[in-house]
């Protein structure tokens, strides 16, 4: 089965893909992961991406949907995958499209998570970060006392992209760009909603359960 991730940052969707990934056995494939290889390994498309991103320019997409393609070309991706961060944009949703196509594949199913811009206010409002060992809480699920990190001690500190404004301007942004993608897997019925306005282990079990309705047996 080969499945693609969308949902706004924070929405839990890297968590949900990962347990995902363990139950039905199929490799979790995030963006990051993909450069990070590309970029230690060397390959021609890492040398290439590396030059825009250390200039902090955007990489272009015919280097990111090259080191996609050739990342689900590998052995271990044949049974399936999941796909966490790419695509972005409709353009990188066609290609994605075509470039399986050539071997007979399709991604089955986009879930989309969704969540309330006041949840995800919340969620990463109460998230506070350990500047030694970069460990995340919620101050909500965990006991926190006096700032301090129960791991190693460490003082907690919300990061600066965690405050209102700035989710808001990131929801905003978010949605501009993804709705045109939303609207390509709505249109070719491949689309499945799973509501994450609850805890994240709730997530997983709608998205076991929205695979289920739409046919896809776990
Ligand atoms: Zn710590």
Redesign the pocket.
Same mark, same amino acid.
């Given at each position: 089965m080969n499945l693609i991730f969308l949902g706004a940052p924070g929405a839990g969707k890297g968590t949900a893909a990962t347990k995902l990934s363990e139950l039905l056995d199929i490799p979790h494939i995030s963006t990051g992961d993909i450069f990070r290889t590309n970029i230690s390994n060397g390959t021609e498309l890492g040398k290439l991406a590396d030059q825009y991103i250390s200039k902090g320019n955007l990489v272009p997409d015919d280097v990111t949907i090259g080191m996609v393609k050739a990342r689900l070309s590998e052995p271990e991706c044949q049974k399936g995958f999941i796909l966490d961060g790419f695509p972005r944009t409709l353009g990188q949703a066609e290609a994605l499209d075509r470039f399986l196509a050539e071997d007979g594949r399709k991604i089955d199913r986009a879930i989309d998570i969704v969540l309330s811009e006041a949840t995800l206010v919340e969620r990463l409002t109460n998230r506070r970060v +350990?500047v030694? +060992?970069k460990?995340s809480y919620n101050l909500k699920t965990h006991k926190i006392a006096d700032n301090t +990190?129960p791991? +190693?001690g460490?003082s907690l500190i919300m990061r600066d992209d965690d405050n209102p404004q700035v989710i808001a301007a990131r929801m905003v942004a978010y949605h501009k760009d993804t709705e045109p993608l939303i609207d390509y897997y709505v249109r070719s019925r491949r689309l499945v909603r799973v509501n994450s306005e609850e805890k994240i282990a709730d997530t997983f079990a709608n998205i076991l359960t929205a695979l289920e309705i739409r046919g896809i047996k776990i």
């Open positions: +350990c030694a +060992c460990l +990190c791991v +190693c460490g």
